[in-house]
């Protein structure tokens, strides 16, 4: 899905040409760009809360535990969809970067739980006040600025992580990211074992559809979009 300096090519995430977009490959092979970020962040919005059309973002989105398997014993939120301790340390990125804004927000007393409970195993009705707390605070213009950075930040990480599990075309280790941010990275390198080939998108993609194991097993249809 990426281009070089002197073959700018239109992309689409989906076959009916939602949206368009424009990325640029640095000189130096694996060498990510803002532009790259912002096209991973979008991709990765896409396929977790923007119905699989770039550029869409639920930014609002909140599931309740067990909504889509019975692995999830907590809630996820945002839409980058961060599940349990990841859902925690979105709360507590917003509440660090804007205590006055979290605290005006939070009338139902979020702050006592980032503190108190454990986010392994913290559930709530979608219904409840607490859950509709979490969306307003997620939502606001700081929650929205903090889901981006956060977003950024762990993929950022895991295009390393990738990189250092011997991944150096920066399309394939996109997809690792992808595979990273919904399974963990023992899943990254349960699907890597599997490839045959060499590490590149095409293979990575075609040793995916016969993973079995946890969330990236359970939703290998989504990675069609990535």
């Known amino acids: 899905v990426m281009s070089d300096m002197t073959n700018i090519q239109t992309y689409t995430l989906d076959g009916t040409i939602a949206q368009s977009f424009k990325i640029v490959k640095t000189d130096k092979p694996g060498e990510t760009t803002d532009s790259d970020m912002e096209v991973l962040r979008k991709i990765i919005y896409a396929v977790e809360t923007g119905g699989q059309v770039y550029g869409n973002a639920g930014y609002d989105r909140f599931t309740e535990a ?8 907590a809630i996820t939120i945002g839409a980058g969809q961060w599940f349990a301790n990841e859902a925690k340390r979105l709360l507590n990125l917003i509440r660090e970067t804007d205590s006055a804004g979290f605290a005006a927000l939070d009338t139902a007393g979020i702050a006592y739980d980032l503190d108190h409970c454990d986010w392994n195993t913290y559930k709530l009705s979608a219904s409840s006040e607490k859950a509709k707390c979490i969306q307003k605070i997620i939502s606001s213009p700081v929650g929205i600025q903090c889901q981006d950075y956060l977003i950024d930040v762990q993929m950022k990480q895991y295009l390393e992580e ?65």
């Open 66 to 73: 067990y909504a889509h398997t019975e692995l999830e014993h």
């Open 162 to 226: 990738a990189k250092a599990l011997g991944v150096t075309d920066l399309d394939a280790q996109m997809m690792c990211a992808n595979l990273r941010h919904l399974g963990g990275l023992s899943a990254v390198k349960r699907v890597l074992s599997k490839t045959q080939g060499g590490y590149t998108l095409d293979n990575i993609y075609a040793a995916l559809q016969t993973d079995t194991g946890n969330q990236v097993g359970t939703f290998r249809s989504r990675n069609l979009m990535v």
